[in-house]
């Protein structure tokens, strides 16, 4: 029975350490311990938070970056779809004045031969007419009774003539 | 493996059987050896050596209504023998009916009286032990977060928060409104670890640790009058009310306030089950592991050293289970007591519900 009466002594000594135990772990324990973890806690989850958000912002700047660069590829490409027409352009151009030209060129040199050719055909008319002329006053000059020594005449002149004729 | 277990378990139930008959032989002896060493006690026993008892002594602090105050060495009363007296003190026997163990004084009239005694015993050893243990344990790790919140904690800061969270997160905040974590949670912590380390050092069986703290009466009534006083004393003004003036029918508290009475009667009940049940699990514990060890000597008593050799087997074997277990109840002790304590306190804080 003795075992189950407290002892007032030993209650004492009891209460004595154990109140000094809890206020000091009270006072400068717990609270310490317990803020600090709590505090750690909060600037952890701040870090994640932050951490998130850079995430995000890194994020948004990525996919500005990618929409920058489809931009400048979609630019690039008109750019040169541009450049080639205006390449085919340019040619076609320059094809169609070089044609003219050319054309032109043909045109006046047809011009130029049509005109000589007339220059070349007057004198030759002309060449003829006095040929003509100076053959027939030579015919006239020489009274010839006998017709074949006529026509071998005229042969004989035609053949004097020839390279007057043929130039 | 498992009949070769059935058959060590039969056999040391037989031997139980026979040791308990031998008990009856010899119950005095047995009586105090475990009683002795489960109860509060003046010295340290720690071994004989060639009959000389080696012990470390402490103080005794006695106030005899007769002679005042007498401070001395334990030394001097634990070594007396039969009949003798120190300063008219002497200790009585595990044996005597009113005061077993217990320092008692001879007065003039040669009456055998108890004085007030505020002897540092052997709990009272314990008790500072563990508390200066507490402190060496806490206060460093509290001084690095205090000096350096936001440092990398070291392994034993690591230790430190997990226990202190163990008890915190599990125990104290399911049961706690959250705004009165802060207020009460010192006391729990302190609690907790306090039963914590006391059952535990009480397992040790060797000086400076062995003291049974937890298991002795005094000692649970204190705790369980700390919490009795954070349950009522801090309770709020809805908890009183609950208490004083209950939402029941109108002829359960007036003219005779019985659901009141009941309800007052309930606030001491439920520190009262915390006092006993830390109390009782843990004597039971150490008084089940002396009891094995005590069945050794009285097998080898009753039947010779050779019995009492194969019984120590049997017994060592059970008391390395038993420690292990005890070991477990220590936690689970601490547990539910700091559990209870903290749903108990968290009943007291609640605020009515807003409908």
């Given at each position: 029975m003795e075992l189950f009466l407290p002892e007032s002594g030993l209650m004492f000594w009891m209460l004595i350490g154990f109140l000094i135990v809890l206020l000091i772990l009270a006072k400068v324990g717990w609270p310490m311990i317990m803020g600090a973890v709590d505090k750690r806690n909060q600037h952890i989850s701040d870090s994640l938070q932050e951490a998130q958000e850079a995430h995000d912002a890194l994020a948004g700047i990525e996919a500005a970056k990618e929409k920058a660069l489809a931009e400048s590829h979609a630019e690039q490409i008109r750019i040169m779809n541009e450049s080639q027409e205006l390449k085919k352009q340019l040619i076609e151009e320059a094809r169609n004045e070089a044609r003219a030209e050319a054309e032109k060129i043909v045109a006046d040199a047809r011009l130029k031969i049509q005109k000589e050719q007339t220059e070349a055909m007057n004198q030759i008319k002309a060449e003829v007419i006095t040929l003509s002329v100076d053959i027939a006053e030579k015919l006239l000059q020489r009274e010839l009774s006998d017709k074949d020594q006529q026509s071998r005449y005229v042969e004989e002149l035609l053949n004097e003539n020839k390279p007057r004729i043929e130039a | 493996m498992r009949t070769a277990l059935r058959h060590i378990i039969l056999l040391f139930m037989l031997m139980l059987s026979v040791g308990l008959k031998a008990e009856e032989k010899e119950s005095l002896d047995v009586k105090s050896f475990i009683f002795g060493h489960t109860s509060d006690g003046y010295?340290?026993?720690i071994t004989e050596i060639k009959g000389e008892p080696v012990c470390v002594w402490l103080p005794v602090i006695v106030h005899s209504k007769e002679t005042g105050w007498h401070v001395f060495s334990s030394k001097h009363v634990c070594e007396l023998k039969e009949g003798e007296t120190y300063q008219s003190f002497y200790i009585a026997p595990m044996?005597?009916?009113?005061?077993?163990g217990k320092l008692v004084e001879v007065n003039a009239q040669g009456e055998i009286k108890r004085p007030f005694d505020l002897s540092f015993t052997r709990n009272a050893f314990g008790i500072f032990l563990v508390c200066g243990f507490m402190l060496a344990f806490f206060l460093p790790a509290a001084k690095k977060y205090k000096k350096?919140?936001?440092?990398?904690?070291?392994k034993y800061q690591g230790l430190v928060e997990w226990l202190t969270y163990m008890v915190l997160d599990g125990i104290i905040c399911p049961s706690i409104p959250k705004s009165k974590v802060p207020k009460f949670a010192p006391y729990l912590l302190t609690v907790f670890f306090f039963i914590f380390f006391c059952n535990l050092f009480g397992l040790i069986p060797f000086f400076p640790f062995g003291a049974n703290v937890t298991g002795n009466l005094s000692i649970t009534l204190v705790l369980a009058l700390c919490t009795y006083v954070a349950v009522n004393i801090f309770g709020n003004r809805h908890y009183w009310k609950d208490i004083l003036?209950?939402?029941?029918?109108?002829f359960l508290k007036f003219p005779i306030p019985l659901m009141p009475i009941i309800e007052l009667i309930s606030t001491l009940t439920k520190p009262f089950a915390l006092m006993i049940r830390l109390f009782a699990n843990i004597l039971a514990g150490h008084i089940i592991i002396m009891v094995l060890m005590a069945l050794i000597f009285i097998i080898g008593g009753m039947y010779g050293a050779g019995l009492g050799a194969a019984t120590s087997v049997i017994s060592i074997f059970m008391m390395v289970f038993m420690t292990a277990l005890e070991c477990l109840v220590a936690y689970i002790q601490a547990y539910v007591f700091t559990m209870l304590s903290s749903i108990f306190i968290g009943m007291a804080q609640e605020e009515p519900k807003e409908e």
């Amino acid at each position: 029975m003795e075992l189950f009466l407290p002892e007032s002594g030993l209650m004492f000594w009891m209460l004595i350490g154990f109140l000094i135990v809890l206020l000091i772990l009270a006072k400068v324990g717990w609270p310490m311990i317990m803020g600090a973890v709590d505090k750690r806690n909060q600037h952890i989850s701040d870090s994640l938070q932050e951490a998130q958000e850079a995430h995000d912002a890194l994020a948004g700047i990525e996919a500005a970056k990618e929409k920058a660069l489809a931009e400048s590829h979609a630019e690039q490409i008109r750019i040169m779809n541009e450049s080639q027409e205006l390449k085919k352009q340019l040619i076609e151009e320059a094809r169609n004045e070089a044609r003219a030209e050319a054309e032109k060129i043909v045109a006046d040199a047809r011009l130029k031969i049509q005109k000589e050719q007339t220059e070349a055909m007057n004198q030759i008319k002309a060449e003829v007419i006095t040929l003509s002329v100076d053959i027939a006053e030579k015919l006239l000059q020489r009274e010839l009774s006998d017709k074949d020594q006529q026509s071998r005449y005229v042969e004989e002149l035609l053949n004097e003539n020839k390279p007057r004729i043929e130039a | 493996m498992r009949t070769a277990l059935r058959h060590i378990i039969l056999l040391f139930m037989l031997m139980l059987s026979v040791g308990l008959k031998a008990e009856e032989k010899e119950s005095l002896d047995v009586k105090s050896f475990i009683f002795g060493h489960t109860s509060d006690g003046y010295c340290f026993h720690i071994t004989e050596i060639k009959g000389e008892p080696v012990c470390v002594w402490l103080p005794v602090i006695v106030h005899s209504k007769e002679t005042g105050w007498h401070v001395f060495s334990s030394k001097h009363v634990c070594e007396l023998k039969e009949g003798e007296t120190y300063q008219s003190f002497y200790i009585a026997p595990m044996t005597d009916p009113k005061y077993p163990g217990k320092l008692v004084e001879v007065n003039a009239q040669g009456e055998i009286k108890r004085p007030f005694d505020l002897s540092f015993t052997r709990n009272a050893f314990g008790i500072f032990l563990v508390c200066g243990f507490m402190l060496a344990f806490f206060l460093p790790a509290a001084k690095k977060y205090k000096k350096d919140p936001m440092g990398t904690p070291t392994k034993y800061q690591g230790l430190v928060e997990w226990l202190t969270y163990m008890v915190l997160d599990g125990i104290i905040c399911p049961s706690i409104p959250k705004s009165k974590v802060p207020k009460f949670a010192p006391y729990l912590l302190t609690v907790f670890f306090f039963i914590f380390f006391c059952n535990l050092f009480g397992l040790i069986p060797f000086f400076p640790f062995g003291a049974n703290v937890t298991g002795n009466l005094s000692i649970t009534l204190v705790l369980a009058l700390c919490t009795y006083v954070a349950v009522n004393i801090f309770g709020n003004r809805h908890y009183w009310k609950d208490i004083l003036w209950p939402d029941v029918p109108m002829f359960l508290k007036f003219p005779i306030p019985l659901m009141p009475i009941i309800e007052l009667i309930s606030t001491l009940t439920k520190p009262f089950a915390l006092m006993i049940r830390l109390f009782a699990n843990i004597l039971a514990g150490h008084i089940i592991i002396m009891v094995l060890m005590a069945l050794i000597f009285i097998i080898g008593g009753m039947y010779g050293a050779g019995l009492g050799a194969a019984t120590s087997v049997i017994s060592i074997f059970m008391m390395v289970f038993m420690t292990a277990l005890e070991c477990l109840v220590a936690y689970i002790q601490a547990y539910v007591f700091t559990m209870l304590s903290s749903i108990f306190i968290g009943m007291a804080q609640e605020e009515p519900k807003e409908e």
